[in-house]
């Protein structure tokens, strides 16, 4: 017993359709499983920032200073410092319009101060560095805890500019007191 040929094509037809029907759950999930390129920092509002994953052990601290992106951030368990000044996009430049900044004459102060809730004690760790001299060890391995408050202050050698901005407003004044003076006695 044959079957004709258009009763063959239905056939093969509804038994594809229903293996397609089996296989569309399977298809789905492969299309919301996708890979796709995420950013491990995520702003959580104004000033909190959480580069850990959600699900991953994680840590709550603050970091404050001269700092491009300062505020609360959630890292890994296990942060060091260099990666959490590097999260916030690390420190500021120091540039005006008028000058550019030497880095080889910028040293870094950075202080983690650190509360024991069982002693009541607080204790700060202090790093400084120059830019042109290596990370210090103790500062590259130094592992951040929870509720760590991180301040870096960058900072630099006055140049001439700097003199000239403490010292111009002084002479002026005394300028103009001695020419005030002058003119008050010559009437």
């Known amino acids: 017993m044959q079957l004709p040929l258009k009763a063959l094509i239905t056939k093969i037809l509804s038994a594809a359709g229903l ?3 089996l296989m569309l759950p399977d298809l789905a999930a492969a299309q ?5 390129p995420t950013s ?4 959580l509002g104004e000033g909190m920032v959480r580069i850990a994953e ?15 992106a300062p505020g609360r951030y959630i890292v890994p368990r296990g942060t060091t410092v260099p990666e959490l000044i590097s999260y916030a996009r690390g420190p500021i430049s120091l540039r005006t319009g008028e000058t550019t ?14 509360y024991d809730t069982e ?7 202090n790093f400084r560095y120059r830019y042109n001299e290596p990370v210090p060890v103790e500062l590259r391995q ?6 760590d408050m991180v301040s870096l202050q960058v900072r630099r050698r006055p140049i001439f500019r700097d003199y000239v ?15 005030l003076y002058d003119r008050a006695r010559g009437n």
């Open 142 to 147: 130094f592992v951040l805890a929870s509720d």
């Open 119 to 125: 002693t009541g004690i607080e204790e700060v760790f």
């Open 165 to 179: 901005d403490v010292i111009a407003p002084a002479v002026t004044l005394l300028l103009s007191v001695i020419l």
């Open 101 to 114: 900044l030497d880095w080889s004459q910028v040293r870094l102060e950075i202080a983690i101060s650190r």
């Open 40 to 43: 491990r920092m995520f702003r």
């Open 19 to 21: 293996v397609l029907l």
């Open 32 to 36: 919301t499983v996708r890979e796709l």
């Open 54 to 68: 959600p699900g991953e052990l994680a840590d709550t601290l603050s970091l404050w200073g001269d700092v491009s």
